[in-house]
Structures are given as structure tokens and as C-alpha cells.
């Protein structure tokens, strides 16, 4: 999923700054970029601008690329070090209250034992549903009382759902 969204912005990034030499990139190209970015109709759903985070994610991506740059000495420094990027709106945490919890433990009294435990293993161990979709019976030690995260199913549009081991 990482390297799909990889790719979607580095479209946006070539189309803005890839004709120029990495050694002549300066922090104004990259401010340009990222007002563009900001610009409505950059947004692929909604027509809308790209938002601060997303814009702030581009800045990450063109940063990680300009320092692998410099450890393989094409460069001499990293552009994106002074630019300015937006700053990121702060996120807000969204948490099930526990009347909330017990509301979803009564709803599930009528459930299957599979969809009982399902959401208890979500709701228990603030898992993601990727995990928990990937754990195997071998993964559960009913005497030692824990489960093991072993793999993630994953989805992903050139591949469909696939399962990826955790190493």
C-alpha cells in the first residue's frame, strides 16, 4: 500500500520538479511544488486541494530521496532541509469510550462466535484489522495466554488480497 502511494506522488513530484538536475534543486522549486499541491483540483476524489499532511508527505518523500542523494555523494545537501513545507493540522484522537466498548460487547451477544471474536481480539489489543484477519490457529497459546502477530493481509490494486509475513 506504501509503495502504490509512493508512486501516486511521485507522479505529482516528476511532472513538477523532475526535468531539473538534482544539483541545481533549491528549496524555492520545492515551496512552488508545495503551493501547487495546494491548489484546488490537485485532489484525484474530490477535485479539492491535496491536504496540509498529504502536501507534508511529499515533502518527506522528495527529503528521503534528496538524502539518499547525498549518502551516494550526488549531491551536497538536501534542498528540502530549507524549504517549508505546511505544517501538519495535529491529528485527533478518535478512542471508543467504554460505554461505547460495552455497547459493541452487548450488540455482539448475538452474534457468531467467529464475529464475537473477532472484534473482542480488535477492541483487546488495538490491533489492525489486516493482523487480525492474519492470525493463525498456530498463533494462539491458549496456555500461555498470548497471541502471536505473524502476518497482515494486506490489499493493495495490482495485486488484490495477499497475505505478507512479519519477519
Same mark, same amino acid.
Given at each position: +500500500?506504501?509503495?502504490?502511494?509512493?508512486?501516486?506522488?511521485? +507522479?505529482?513530484?516528476?511532472?513538477?520538479?523532475?526535468?531539473?538536475?538534482?544539483?541545481?534543486?533549491?528549496?524555492?522549486?520545492? !515551496?512552488?511544488?508545495?503551493?501547487? &499541491?495546494?491548489?484546488?483540483? $490537485?485532489?484525484?476524489?474530490?477535485?479539492?486541494?491535496?491536504?496540509?499532511?498529504?502536501?507534508?508527505?511529499?515533502?518527506? *518523500?522528495?527529503?528521503?530521496? /534528496?538524502?539518499?542523494?547525498?549518502?551516494?555523494?550526488?549531491?551536497?545537501?538536501? =534542498? #528540502?532541509?530549507?524549504?517549508? =513545507?505546511? *505544517?501538519?493540522? @495535529? =491529528? /485527533? @484522537?478518535?478512542?471508543?469510550?467504554?460505554?461505547?466498548?460495552?455497547?459493541?460487547? $452487548?450488540?455482539?451477544?448475538?452474534?457468531? *462466535?467467529?464475529?464475537?471474536?473477532?472484534?473482542?481480539?480488535?477492541?483487546?489489543?488495538?490491533?489492525?484489522?489486516?493482523? #487480525?484477519?492474519?492470525?493463525?490457529?498456530?498463533?494462539?497459546?491458549?496456555?500461555? +495466554?498470548?497471541?502471536?502477530? #505473524?502476518? #497482515?493481509?494486506?490489499?493493495? =490494486?495490482? !495485486?488484490? *488480497?495477499?497475505?505478507?509475513?512479519? &519477519?
Amino acid at each position: +500500500k506504501t509503495a502504490v502511494r509512493y508512486k501516486d506522488m511521485l +507522479k505529482r513530484i516528476n511532472a513538477e520538479i523532475g526535468p531539473i538536475k538534482l544539483q541545481d534543486l533549491r528549496p524555492d522549486h520545492l !515551496n512552488r511544488l508545495y503551493a501547487k &499541491l495546494a491548489e484546488p483540483g $490537485q485532489n484525484k476524489k474530490t477535485g479539492g486541494r491535496l491536504s496540509r499532511k498529504t502536501v507534508l508527505e511529499h515533502h518527506h *518523500v522528495i527529503s528521503t530521496i /534528496m538524502e539518499h542523494a547525498i549518502r551516494k555523494h550526488l549531491i551536497a545537501f538536501n =534542498p #528540502c532541509r530549507d524549504a517549508t =513545507p505546511p *505544517v501538519a493540522d @495535529p =491529528p /485527533m @484522537p478518535n478512542y471508543y469510550q467504554p460505554a461505547d466498548l460495552a455497547l459493541i460487547r $452487548q450488540a455482539l451477544e448475538n452474534e457468531s *462466535v467467529k464475529w464475537y471474536t473477532l472484534i473482542h481480539v480488535l477492541m483487546l489489543y488495538g490491533i489492525r484489522r489486516g493482523e #487480525c484477519a492474519g492470525i493463525k490457529l498456530s498463533a494462539v497459546d491458549l496456555r500461555g +495466554k498470548t497471541i502471536t502477530i #505473524c502476518s #497482515c493481509v494486506m490489499y493493495d =490494486p495490482k !495485486n488484490g *488480497v495477499y497475505e505478507k509475513p512479519y &519477519l
